[in-house]
């Protein structure tokens, strides 16, 4: 079983910038793909971007690629979002995923554990 704990959300003013962390605690978390997703009011939750531990590269949704950036520090066990140019319609609960699993998954069901959610909150 592996935990995964977020924070790092917040307030912020249009075009502003932040950085949401996720650290996962339990075993093999070596072996597993990360991602974030985020969830509007009444609605699911929306794939944002994902990351293997085994590869630089990440995959983001089409809509926020030129925005936002995910990079992975292995040995602290953690995934970074960097979210910048916020727009008020940022303004959603971001959830850290992760998954055994070596391909990326855009689906809540391609994930195994999932943390609490952070808040972001965006004003224009």
């Known amino acids: 079983q592996v935990r995964l704990v977020e924070s790092g959300g917040g307030l912020v003013q249009a075009g502003g910038s932040l950085r949401l962390s996720c650290t996962a605690y339990g075993r093999n978390f070596s072996s597993n793909t990360m991602g974030w997703f985020r969830q509007p009011p009444g609605s699911g939750r929306v794939f944002v971007a994902a990351i293997r531990r085994r590869n630089v590269n990440a995959y983001y949704e089409d809509s926020v690629k030129d925005r936002f950036s995910l990079s992975r520090d292995a040995a602290k066990n953690t995934v970074y979002l960097q979210l910048n140019n916020l727009k008020p319609a940022d303004r959603e609960v971001y959830y850290c995923?992760?998954?055994?699993?070596?391909?990326?998954?855009?689906?809540?069901?391609?994930?195994?554990?999932w943390g609490q959610g952070t808040q972001v909150v965006v004003s224009s």
């Open positions: 995923a992760a998954t055994i699993a070596t391909t990326i998954s855009a689906r809540e069901n391609g994930y195994d554990n």
